[in-house]
């Protein structure tokens, strides 16, 4: 292939820059020839002599050393010829090329001088005086409008004279798809099609996204119609008032987070090679984190996939999609996996309630594969997980360490786990050496699976299950005077939104009030919230509060949250939401 021919694949690639290809001396007309399927004279012509290569992103008034132009004209004989060829390439924005002796044949050029005034430069070599900014090529998206930056003619001080254009010649060059017809040809409308359209933020209220936040607020960004008329979850450039360009971003213009960020870079094209290049950095961290494939594959923001959750369990995997962008994206998601981990089964696990705030509706099914039970593996235990039924995505992954923990202090002891769903905190301590352990729900499924993963794991004689509502059993427990060795409690969240955090914490305190109670002199309890509207500080006090109630004096011997498979955005605190508690009791 033409080396002329790879270096434009190249930017395309790398940049998502269309290849205007014109190159120095005119020898990419061969490779134009073979590419685009124009003839030899044809493409010599669109390459013109002495052209070199200069690539720049689109801006909103360029100004380039005192000089620039736009592109006047395509040789009308080749456009769609020209557009398909250019679609092979792969990419489709522009490639700016800058002239450095002559007139390109079939371009009429323009030189912006330091006071933004323009000179036209016509066939004879005559000029025109033009007063004022250069014309905008109209955008395909939304009526949005960038500067058309071009290419600049100037002549070497030592070069040769202008090279004539003859007036015929002229005449039927500028009847050519010029860019600034109102009519564009098919070509520039799939150019503008290719770029992702721009969203600004409004004046002053970029200081939250030039710090780094990944969430941009339907309040801080400029809702003008055409934004308003983009679909939810498009992908968008995100730019402030000051043309800071801030990267490639999803964006919902009916969510409270109007635009979520994927990419710094503003040339990224969140593609399935994207996906897959994200999948891959987060696959190899948790290669280094985990012996075995069980665990939390993508956490959202913190892995640059915002508003997307996928837990791995060996050959399966479960996603859940909790933004329009990661709904629309899913295709591609999917895609990706199958590039790296090649899962056997895929389930949506879309059942989130913040998927209304969204515009998205709640649902749970099959996205490849076989539907079925599933395994997961931890701390060499198995566990049966319902993917399509269970909870969230099937297992909590995040509890991970809390489970080691409390199941290292369970020898010999009698055990409580309130609020058990499949028993991960109750079997690991059953299989730690607890004497008998007691199993707490209000599902009845939930308690199957747990003792389940009992007879798997060989304890099921040491497990019972009692299926009840947590709170009201436990107040049942004291009125009954009974006491463990170990209790733990880790209830489903108490705060569903913010205007639900008073209750929450009354419910804590309550909550651990009742925990402690049952504990034994010298005993343990692990208490946990799982609410992102409850701080970690509140928490605590509620879970202060409830033990000083209960008339015990206590120690903390741990405060934690989820684990590594789990990481958190540093701009988003509120991505913390698990708050873990381990109390030894006197």
């Not at 479960?318 to 590039?339: D, K, R």
Request: charged content about 25%; some cysteine; overall charge positive.
């Amino acid at each position: 292939m033409d080396r002329n021919i790879q270096i434009a694949r190249h930017a395309a690639d790398h940049l998502q820059l269309l290849p205007i290809l014109l190159a120095k001396g005119g020898d990419i007309g061969a490779g134009l020839q073979k590419q685009l399927g124009a003839n030899r004279g044809d493409a010599a012509e669109m390459a013109g002599p002495h052209i070199t290569f200069k690539t720049v992103r689109w801006a909103g008034n360029v100004n380039h050393a005192g000089a620039a132009g736009r592109i006047h004209g395509f040789n009308e004989r080749q456009p769609d010829q020209i557009a398909s060829g250019i679609a092979k390439l792969g990419k489709v924005p522009i490639l700016i090329t800058r002239v450095a002796r002559q007139i390109i044949t079939g371009v009429e050029l323009q030189r912006i001088d330091e006071d933004g005034s323009g000179h036209s430069i016509r066939p004879g070599g005559t000029r025109r005086r033009q007063q004022g900014k250069m014309p905008v090529m109209q955008r395909a998206h939304g009526g949005h409008q960038a500067q058309a930056v071009a290419i600049a003619a100037q002549r070497r001080r030592s070069g040769p004279k202008r090279r004539q254009v003859s007036t015929d010649q002229h005449q039927r060059l500028l009847a050519l798809c010029a860019l600034r017809d109102k009519r564009q040809t098919a070509m520039v409308r799939r150019m503008n099609a290719a770029l992702p359209p721009v969203i600004r933020l409004l004046p002053g209220r970029d200081r939250r996204v030039k710090a780094g936040h990944p969430w941009a607020f339907s309040n801080e960004i400029a809702m003008n119609p055409a934004a308003k008329a983009l679909p939810p979850g498009s992908v968008v450039r995100l730019e402030g008032d000051d043309g800071v360009k801030h990267g490639v971003w999803h964006f919902n213009p009916h969510s409270l987070i109007g635009a979520r960020k994927l990419d710094r870079n503003p040339d990224a094209a969140c593609d399935a090679d994207w996906f897959r290049k994200r999948l891959q950095e987060a696959l190899t961290l948790r290669d280094k984190l985990f012996d075995r494939p069980h665990y939390r594959l993508i956490h959202a923001e913190a892995d640059g996939l915002p508003g997307l959750v996928i837990d791995r369990y060996g050959d399966a995997v479960t996603i859940q999609a909790n933004s329009a962008g990661m709904e629309a994206a899913t295709p591609l998601i999917l895609e990706a996996l199958h590039a790296l981990i090649a899962p056997r089964m895929v389930i949506a696990r879309n059942d989130s309630a913040v998927r209304a705030l969204e515009g998205l509706a709640e649902e749970t099914k099959l996205l490849h594969g076989e539907a079925g039970m599933i395994s997961v593996e931890e701390s060499g235990l198995s566990f049966a997980v319902d993917p399509l039924g269970g909870q969230k995505t099937g297992w909590f992954f995040d509890q991970r360490e809390h489970r080691a923990r409390v199941a290292r202090l369970a020898k010999g002891a009698t055990v409580l786990d309130a609020f058990c769903h499949t028993g991960g905190f109750g079997v690991s301590a059953a299989v730690a050496g607890a004497a008998h352990v007691t199993l707490l729900d209000r599902s009845e499924a939930a308690l199957a699976l747990a003792l389940e993963a009992a007879q798997r794991n060989g304890v099921a004689d040491r497990v019972e299950t009692q299926k009840a509502e947590a709170l009201e059993a436990l107040e049942r427990m004291v009125g009954a005077g009974k006491r463990f060795g170990v209790v733990i409690t880790d209830p489903p969240a108490f705060a569903k939104a913010r205007k639900d955090q008073p209750a929450a914490l009354r419910a804590y305190g309550k909550l651990a009030r009742l925990g402690a109670t049952l504990v034994e002199k010298g005993g343990f309890f692990f208490i946990a919230s799982c609410s992102h509207h409850v701080a970690p500080g509140e928490f605590a006090d509620a879970v202060a509060w409830g033990v000083q109630r209960a008339g015990r004096e206590a120690r903390i011997l741990h405060m934690g949250g989820a684990g590594p498979d789990h990481p958190l955005h540093p701009m988003l605190p509120e991505s913390a939401y698990l708050k873990g508690m381990l109390l030894h009791l006197r």
